[in-house]
């Protein structure tokens, strides 16, 4: 797709919203279930069932997906399209490209070891590899523009508000 393309897919959207803010509110979900054998949860992606279960530091088996390894997933699944995205509207010449994540987490958190230690991320280290010609200062516009417009990055820099409840 080219910056033409993709701009003319994205106009009317983009116009209907301005015209009426309400319609680009929309509510995502995720569900799942727990497992009635082990200590995991199947949760419902809309093309598999992925089992999250305890990870290998905390008692895990490693057979099912850590959801921390999850969330690094999904935030380079939402950078790298959102680098995509604004490349192609950018008009950004790019060749090959990846995207990794990398985080540290103190387990000892999450086990209630130490009251000290952060339960989640301390740090998480987002990083580009770029096959590109472009000057430095395109680079600089891509990353600041992909950084600004990744839900999943912005989500985690902004902190949304959180809510817990349970029903019978």
Known sequence: MDATALKAMQAPLKDVYREDAA????TLKARGTLDDQSIACKVETGRALA????HPA???SGLELCSGDMLLEALVACAGVTLKAVATALEFKLGNATVEAEGDLDFRGTL???RDAPVGFREIRLKFDLDTDEPQERIDSLLKLTERYCVVFQT?????ALSVS???
């Open 23 to 26: 319609r680009a509110l929309i």
């Open 51 to 54: 089992v999250a279960g305890l």
């Open 58 to 60: 905390t008692g895990g």
């Open 112 to 114: 209630g070891v130490a």
């Open 156 to 160: 985690i820099n902004s902190k949304p």
């Open 166 to 168: 349970a029903q019978r």
